[in-house]
């Protein structure tokens, strides 16, 4: 087993208990103690972890600490990417969709240059940034809603949900920092929970793009209940017994295997 998939199986094993043995993941893994604490090591030194004597212990999400854009790029890519391939075929010519600030959403906006007459409403910067990019070749419309900007690149506040809640949209796409049993979709910033939920109002069909990272994670505010998500798309990095919770608790519920290549929309829908 080579190192990522080591890594990710230490990942998701702290997912399911807050402290992990090195004794018990080398079993877990077939691999030796020390090849185990050379991936807490690498692990800890990223941030994704703590390592401890004997093992390693979950880091805490604190629930009001929001992290910046460019702290949450480089992280799960292959996940965000094959999320983002998903999310891309709901997206037909002519549609207004809206996308809220996020890495994920950022990477369904790189993929949306071959879309024919596309408006989108986005209050994420690096999104709009990516689409000005095209809009001149296929006459893509962005609209940038104003407002605070936020660590996130994400602008926020009564300005940007003034401007939502005056438009339609056939899809918005939300970006969130977790996804949880009770309390449904959260995000550590108030005024970006605020201005997110304008977007979940402002469209047809709520569509929340998640990594298997985002699951039993519980910000300081909610968004949206899970029963208001018509679609949850996520990766395949999610133990069976965690998307088996949530799976009835949401209307669709899809899973995008970054090995995989991208379904058809037929595939997606049906």
Known sequence: ????ARQSSILRALQRSEAVRVTDLATALGVSEMTVRRDVEAL??????????????????????????????????????AIARMARTLVEPGMTIALTGGT???????????????TVVTNSLKAAEALNLHQPAHGTKVIVTGGERTPSEALVGS???????????DICF?????????????SPNLVEAETNRAFARSAARLVVLADHT?????????IAGLSEVDTLITDDGADDDVTAAFRPLIKSLLIAAPSAASPSRNEVLS
């Open 1 to 4: 087993m080579l190192a990522p």
């Open 44 to 81: 800890d030194a990223k941030g994704l972890l703590r390592k401890i004597h004997g093992g390693a212990t979950r880091i805490a999400r604190l629930s009001a600490v929001e992290p910046g854009f460019a702290s949450n790029a480089d992280r799960e890519l292959e996940a965000k990417a």
């Open 104 to 118: 994920t959403t950022y990477r369904l906006a790189t993929l949306l240059n071959d879309v024919e007459g596309l």
């Open 159 to 169: 300005v940007a949900s003034a401007a939502i809640e005056m438009l339609n949209a």
């Open 174 to 186: 939300l970006g969130v920092h977790g996804v949880d049993l009770r309390r449904g979709l959260t």
């Open 214 to 222: 985002k699951f039993g994670v519980r910000a300081l505010a909610c």
